[in-house]
Structure formats: structure tokens, C-alpha cells
């Protein structure tokens, strides 16, 4: 069957850093689950189904890549009932690694059989976050700077959206 990871976060929405981190998933292990998580305390700007229609888009290229959902329920849970013993996180800056050093530790905690193996991005792509790219929309001249930042599927609906919304 060979190793399992999981890679959740909010995807709200993806970015070509996702992007970076689902190939390099997908190269590190035999299977890589890609999870969309919903967090009841968390506000989204895209709902669940749309970053789901998004993973799918974007992991098509991958034979060993699955997406789905996580709603209401710890990742170190997650990844027991799906069977992964590893889970990647990015770390882009300091305040990413701070983050993520606390929630290692937590989930080992949730499940001791947990791994968290960390990746680093390229130079290009540490500054992108979702928050970052939809603080971008709407100001004159926005379209091509945001579009080096998301992956095709997801650049043609916020602009499709954009369209229609002004």
C-alpha cells in the first residue's frame, strides 16, 4: 500500500503555493489525501464545494493524489481514520513555523503515530497566502498581478465572479 500523508488547510482559495506543495506531496509519497477543512468557528469566502471543485482541478494531473473534506474534526484524527502516518505543512516565514511547531506537537499528542513533515517553498511563492491574494482583488490593475499567484481554474472564476459582481 506504501505511505499515506495528508494535506489540509483552508484552500479559501488555492494558490500556486498550494500548488507547490500538493507536487511535492505527491512526489514524497505514495498517496497524498489533499483535504479542504471547514472549521464551524472559521469564516470562508468560498464555501467548501467551490475549494473542493478547485482540488480536484488542480490534482488531476496526479495519479496518487485524492481530495476531499474535513469539517469539524482534528487533523491528527483525520489522518488516523484515513489511515496516513504523515501529515505536511508549509512554512513560508517565522510566524508560520511558530504556528506550526505548536500544532506538531498537539497532534502528535491526538495521535502518536503522527509524522509532520514540513516543507519549505520557493523564494516565489513564501509571501503567498490566500488572505494575501484576496486582499489584492479589485483595485485597478489587479487581474494580471493576481493571476501569477493562482492556479488557471481558480483565476478564471474569481475574474468570472468579478464580472458579475460589478
Known amino acids: 500500500m506504501g505511505e499515506c500523508a495528508a494535506y489540509a488547510g483552508s484552500f479559501d482559495p488555492p494558490t500556486n503555493g498550494h500548488v507547490w506543495m500538493i ?60 489511515d496516513a502516518r504523515f501529515v505536511i505543512r508549509g512554512i513560508r516565514n517565522e510566524g508560520d513555523y511558530q504556528y506550526e511547531r505548536g500544532m506538531r506537537y498537539v497532534n502528535s499528542d491526538l495521535n502518536d503515530g503522527l509524522a509532520t513533515v514540513f516543507l519549505m517553498p520557493p523564494r516565489s511563492l513564501c509571501e503567498i497566502s490566500s488572505s494575501f491574494v484576496k486582499g489584492m482583488i479589485g483595485p485597478e490593475g489587479w487581474k494580471p498581478v493576481v493571476k501569477r499567484y493562482l492556479p488557471d481554474c481558480v483565476y478564471t472564476d474569481l475574474l468570472h465572479d468579478a464580472r458579475h459582481q460589478g
Open 23 to 82: 507536487e511535492q506531496g505527491a512526489r514524497m509519497f505514495d498517496r497524498l489525501i489533499v483535504a479542504a477543512a471547514k472549521n464551524p468557528e472559521k469564516g470562508y469566502t468560498y464555501e467548501l464545494d467551490q475549494r473542493v471543485q478547485w482540488l480536484n482541478e488542480i490534482c488531476k494531473p496526479f495519479d496518487n493524489v485524492e481530495v476531499a473534506s474535513l469539517e469539524n474534526e482534528f487533523l491528527a484524527h483525520y489522518a488516523q481514520r484515513v
